[in-house]
């Protein structure tokens, strides 16, 4: 009933359209002249990509959809009941409505880049054949021609300056690692569509984009999810669990903290590429610049100058980043210095160290909280207890040096500060024995005066017995 | 009579200090009869000194003894609980952002704060038990007979009215726990058909905030506590006029013991200890201050108070059994058919009364004890 009903709806409403489009056809013609239909870019587009690679029938395994955008498609209704023209994709979305709806979701609808600026064609024809000849038809574009088509307007400085959009992203591109795959005939590399999404393209900065930052992991999990998973064949392992495993991960996906780093930070987002071995204390250093600067102090740093494998993530681990406990730090060097060498001497006296001062923090932490409950004042210990993490948290970048004399002050720093306070907080709390002594003297009393009325009843029953 | 020679001498006119000549002080000492803090009528056409030698010199059976000390403690714990309160209404600021600070401003700046604090919050667990067990006891020997309704009514709405006190109180540190108590006994106070609606409407609202805990401090401080001290008085009125109960067993009579002067110095010694109790515990086992309430964070351990924790095991627990409406609906008629009990069981005399009836609020008793188990299992596991 209901699938009649909206069949029928439907029909008249192509009706309709079609009665409009009839009668206004010399109108619109008129209009698109004005449109920016003309300088599509097909066949002046530069294409180096395109024409150097093999004219493979496109059979790729692409990546499963991106879970951010839902299909939109009706099976029961040769045209959706949602076609109309609109001001941008014209007659086109009478057909192709579920790609409007999308289309309109993405930033182009708004700046008036309509269908056939990617696809060509006539927008205002109202037979499928008319529509699909027109000036430059496309139709659906090659993988392989994607990015120069899409290059035709992000390159033009002119055109994206307005929207102080950078222009180089072409370029990039075709240095990066998904760019010279598909220039080799990876027809499966990624291009923007990938990416960017098809038709509801949306900009960066909105949340829903699949690039804005706590999308990009999903986004390059759809290719490089991993695990064996033969549509996702890019990469060995499993990066994306791993990243979400890790601190990095953790940090932005479930503390949505925006400062922590996604994909691109450390790989690059459009001249993407994975950092060589002697890079890696370079892209770590961007944000952990303090670290790093440690780091160069040490002997590791030769290590990796000299093709050594001692660089962050050999202790840090890459995509499953961890922060090493400070109970922990003899065991991850025990994977190169055994603990005899003198080398893990001083892992052994470092984590010593570490683990001194956060013990003697967590007990002046345990003594301030239960004098907290009581309550006492502990606003002063808790200040100097934040200046004893704050040691504590300075020791951690020293560590890199590897240097027990770089550590050593952060420490004892760290160490003498939560003992004072545990001397003081205990000494306060011991000083509360004055209660007992209060409770001791109110027994007292009430003995007393019990004893004072035990007697007096002693002498009221005497008195009324002798009466009696 | 056997009265002490003094007390025979009729005094003359003259005799009657300053104040006795202007202020009937005997009038204002019944007031200790009115609330049953002496078990004996004065005389308020005689001077004080007479009418009180009068009193305390009649002979008082063993048996009356015992069973009006537990109102009489729960007085003298009422009136604690009012001192102490006042004391701490002093320091307290009853809106959502003023109220935690000002009472860890009490327990830690305020001289002896903390001792009227803890003294408060000991005192008012022991007040419930108190009233709690008078109830108990009330039913157990069958106290609510003919004659006796009123006193066995008001006692079980002492009661009720003690719980709403309490955890009028709980909501007043608006730190977490108080916090998040008061949410549970709301919802389960909520789920009560006819009580549940009353309730909200009255306090104006289901949510947590400012203006509720000025609501709640309200009734707290004036409310509640007025409503009770007219149940006390109903209280020791009704047993005033019914007098007190006969033994259990009929063929015993009464013996006549010492006069009432040597069983007040039994009570005095009795509520001396009471206070001594309340006084070690409140310095040796404080109630440790929890964080400052965040709505936004339920500690994982948020329980309805005691008192409601078996009626939450029976909203909340085996659920399909019966519609959430039907179980209110038994609470209801459980407290509606306790508060209405003497009507309920007709069998006549106030001693060993009907055994079904007894059998049948033992079973209750018993149940409720392992549902209060449950509730707080309940709690924990979510």
């Known amino acids: 009933m209901t699938a009649w009903r909206t069949m029928g709806r439907s029909a008249f409403a192509t ?454 | 009579m056997s009265d002490a020679p003094r007390d025979t001498q009729t005094p003359p006119p003259d005799s009657r200090s300053w104040l006795e000549r202007r202020v009937n002080l005997t009038e204002i000492a019944s007031l200790l009869t009115v609330f049953g803090l002496l078990p004996a009528e004065l005389d308020t056409r005689k001077p004080l000194r007479e009418a009180l030698g009068e009193a305390l010199s009649q002979p008082m059976s063993y048996y009356e003894r015992w069973p009006r000390l537990l109102g009489l403690l729960a007085f003298v714990l009422f009136l604690l609980l009012g001192a102490t309160g006042i004391l701490l209404a002093f320091y307290y600021q009853p809106t959502a952002d003023a109220a935690y600070p000002s009472v860890v401003a009490i327990a830690r700046d305020v001289s002896f704060g903390s001792l009227v604090h803890q003294v408060h919050a000991w005192a008012s667990i022991l007040f419930l038990f108190l009233l709690a067990f008078r109830v108990i006891r009330f039913f157990s020997i069958g106290l609510y007979g003919r004659g006796r309704e009123i006193i066995w009514m008001v006692g079980v709405l002492a009661f009720v009215v003690a719980t709403f006190t309490d955890l009028t109180g709980r909501l007043l540190p608006w730190d977490a726990r108080g916090y998040w108590t008061t949410i549970r006994a709301r919802e389960v106070i909520d789920a009560l058909p006819l009580i549940g609606p009353i309730v909200t409407f009255l306090v104006g609202g289901k949510g947590l905030d400012s203006l509720i805990l000025t609501r709640f401090y309200v009734l707290h401080i004036g409310g509640f506590p007025f409503v009770l001290l007219i149940l006390f008085y109903l209280h020791f009125a009704s047993i005033r006029r019914v007098g007190v109960p006969l033994p259990l067993d009929a063929a015993q009579k009464p013996r006549v013991g010492r006069a009432l002067r040597i069983a007040g110095i039994d009570m005095i010694l009795l509520v001396l200890l009471m206070l001594g109790v309340l006084l070690t515990f409140a310095i040796i086992v404080p109630i440790p201050f929890d964080v400052q309430a965040d709505p936004f964070a339920t500690p994982p351990n948020a329980h309805a108070p005691w008192y409601l924790l078996a009626p939450h095991a029976v909203l909340e627990a085996v659920p399909g059994l019966l519609p959430r409406f039907v179980r209110g609906l038994l609470l209801d008629g459980l407290l509606a058919g306790f508060l209405f009990l003497p009507f309920l069981d007709r069998s006549p005399g106030t001693g060993a009364r009907n055994r079904a009836f007894l059998a049948a609020g033992l079973a209750l008793l018993v149940i409720w004890v392992l549902l209060t188990w449950q509730g707080w299992f309940l709690e924990v596991s979510r």
């Open chain 1, 15 to 468: 009706a309709i359209v079609a009665a409009l489009a009839w009668t206004h056809g010399a109108h619109a013609q008129d209009s698109t002249k004005t449109a920016p239909a003309p300088d599509a870019p097909a066949p002046a587009a530069p294409s180096p990509a395109a024409t150097s690679a093999t004219p493979v029938a496109e059979k790729v395994v692409l990546p499963p959809p991106s879970p951010l955008h839902e299909r939109a498609s009706h099976p029961l209704a040769a045209v959706p009941t949602d076609s109309k023209p609109t001001k941008t994709t014209r007659m086109c979305g009478v057909c192709h409505s579920d790609i409007r709806v999308k289309f309109d979701k993405g930033i182009h609808k708004s700046e008036e880049i309509g269908c056939i600026s990617c696809h060509g064609g006539n927008p205002d024809a109202i037979t499928i054949a008319e529509a699909h000849r027109g000036s430059g038809y496309r139709g659906r574009p090659r993988r392989a021609d994607i990015p120069a088509l899409c290059g035709s307007c992000h390159s033009d400085v002119a055109r994206m300056r307005p929207y102080q959009l950078p222009s180089d992203q072409f370029a990039l591109y075709r240095t990066s690692a998904h760019g010279l795959a598909l220039a080799r005939g990876t027809m499966n590399a990624a291009v923007c569509t990938d990416c960017h999404g098809v038709h509801e393209i949306r900009p960066a900065d909105d949340p829903l984009s699949m690039v804005a930052r706590h999308n990009v992991p999903t986004t390059c999990g759809r290719c490089h999810g991993g695990n064996g998973d033969p549509a996702r064949p890019a990469t060995p392992g499993s990066p994306l669990a791993d990243y979400k495993a890790g601190i990095h991960g953790h940090a932005l996906l479930v503390g949505n903290n925006n400062a922590a780093p996604e994909c691109a930070n450390c790989h690059g987002s459009h001249a993407t590429a994975q950092p060589g071995a002697r890079d890696v204390d370079k892209v770590c250093g961007q944000c952990h610049g303090k670290v790093r600067s440690f780091f160069m102090s040490s002997p590791h740093r030769g290590a990796v100058r000299r093709g050594g494998h001692s660089d962050c993530a050999v202790c840090h681990g890459n995509h499953k980043t961890t922060r090493i406990a400070a109970t922990a730090f003899e065991k991850t060097c025990d994977s190169c210095h055994k603990p005899g060498t003198p080398e893990g001497a001083v892992a052994g006296r470092i984590q010593t160290m570490l683990a001194d001062a956060s013990a003697q923090i967590d007990r002046a932490r345990e003594r301030v909280s239960r004098a907290e409950k009581i309550p006492l004042y502990v606003e002063d210990y808790q200040a100097r207890l934040e200046d004893a993490r704050t040691a504590l948290m300075e020791a951690a970048p020293a560590t890199h040096t590897v240097d027990t004399t770089a550590v050593e002050p952060h420490t004892r720093r760290a160490r003498s500060i939560a003992a004072e306070v545990s001397r003081e907080v205990d000494e306060k709390l011991k000083g509360r024995w004055w209660r007992y002594v209060g409770l001791g003297l109110f027994w007292f009393y009430l003995i007393l005066t019990a004893a004072i009325l035990l007697r007096w009843r002693r002498r009221a029953i005497a008195r009324s017995t002798s009466v009696r």
